[in-house]
C-alpha cells in the first residue's frame, strides 16, 4: 500500500531525532538510555509498518503524539532531567498516557464500527478511556520495579514517586477523554474512520463471525 507523505515525513524526523540521541548517549558510555533510543526506533517505525502493509492507517496527529513521547523520554535521559527536573518525568508520563488513552479511543470507535453485534455506547468512551490509561500505566510501573529488582535500573526513585506517575497517568486518561468527547467524538475529518484498512477490516469480521457461528 502507498504510504501518505504526512507519515513518511513523521517517520524520517523521528529516526532522524531518536538516532541521533541514541548515537550521542552511545558515544557517552550510556548504555541504558541508548537501549531506550533503539527501542524509540522501532516504537516511531510501527505507524508507518502498519500503513504499508496495509492494515491501519492511523491519524498524522497520533503519529506526531507518539514521536513526542518517545522524544520526550530518551531526551529526559540522554540530558539527566528525571534527576534535575522534577516535572519532567511527570510531563513524559502525561503525553504517554494521554497517547496510550487515544489509542484506546480509536481501537473503541473502529469495534463500534465494524463490530456485527457489540456496540459500545456513547457514554462508556470516556470511562473506557480512563480505565485504560490508568491499566497500562500500573503495568508500566510493575515492568519499572521489575527492572529495578533484576537489573538494577533505578527508576523508581521512592513510593511517592510511583503514586505519582499513576496519578499523573489518571491525568492522562482524563485529558484524552476530554480531547475525544470535546473534539474527536464526530469525528470532523474522517481521520479516525479511515484508520482500519480493508484488510483488517475481513480478518475482524471473519474473526467475529467464526466466533458468532461457533467455529
Given at each position: ?7 513518511a ?23 541504558y538510555?541508548?537501549?531506550a533510543a533503539?527501542?524509540?526506533a ?14 491501519i492507517?492511523?491519524?498524522v496527529?497520533?503519529q506526531?503524539?507518539?514521536m ?14 528525571y534527576?534535575?527536573?522534577w516535572w519532567?518525568?511527570?510531563l513524559?508520563?502525561l503525553v504517554?498516557?494521554?497517547?496510550v ?6 481501537g473503541?470507535?473502529?469495534f ?35 527492572g529495578d529488582l ?5 527508576m ?6 510511583t503514586?505519582s ?6 491525568l492522562g ?12 467524538w ?5 481521520e479516525i ?5 480493508e484488510?483488517?477490516i475481513e ?8 466466533l458468532?457461528?461457533?467455529?
Amino acid at each position: 500500500m502507498k504510504v501518505r507523505r504526512e507519515t513518511a515525513i513523521v517517520l524520517a524526523i523521528s529516526e532522524a531525532l531518536v538516532l541521533a540521541m541514541g548515537a550521542l548517549v552511545m558515544s557517552r558510555g550510556l548504555h541504558y538510555p541508548g537501549t531506550a533510543a533503539a527501542m524509540g526506533a522501532a516504537i516511531v517505525a510501527v505507524p508507518y509498518i502498519l500503513e504499508r502493509t496495509a492494515l491501519i492507517k492511523l491519524p498524522v496527529f497520533v503519529q506526531v503524539w507518539t514521536m513526542m513521547a518517545v522524544g520526550l523520554h530518551i531526551f529526559g535521559l540522554m540530558q539527566g532531567h528525571y534527576d534535575d527536573t522534577w516535572w519532567w518525568d511527570e510531563l513524559t508520563h502525561l503525553v504517554s498516557s494521554s497517547l496510550v488513552g487515544m489509542l484506546a479511543a480509536i481501537g473503541l470507535f473502529l469495534f463500534d464500527l465494524h463490530s456485527v453485534n457489540i456496540k459500545v455506547p456513547r457514554w462508556g468512551y470516556p470511562i473506557m478511556i480512563l480505565i485504560f490509561s490508568i491499566l497500562m500505566g500500573v503495568v508500566w510501573e510493575m515492568a519499572e520495579f521489575a527492572g529495578d529488582l533484576l537489573a538494577g535500573t533505578r527508576m523508581q526513585y521512592s513510593l511517592i514517586d510511583t503514586l505519582s506517575d499513576c496519578y499523573v497517568d489518571m491525568l492522562g486518561g482524563l485529558t484524552a477523554s476530554t480531547i475525544w468527547v470535546l473534539w474527536l467524538w464526530q469525528d470532523p475529518f474522517n481521520e479516525i474512520q479511515d484508520t482500519a484498512q480493508e484488510a483488517l477490516i475481513e480478518r475482524f469480521r471473519s474473526v467475529f463471525i467464526g466466533l458468532g457461528t461457533g467455529r
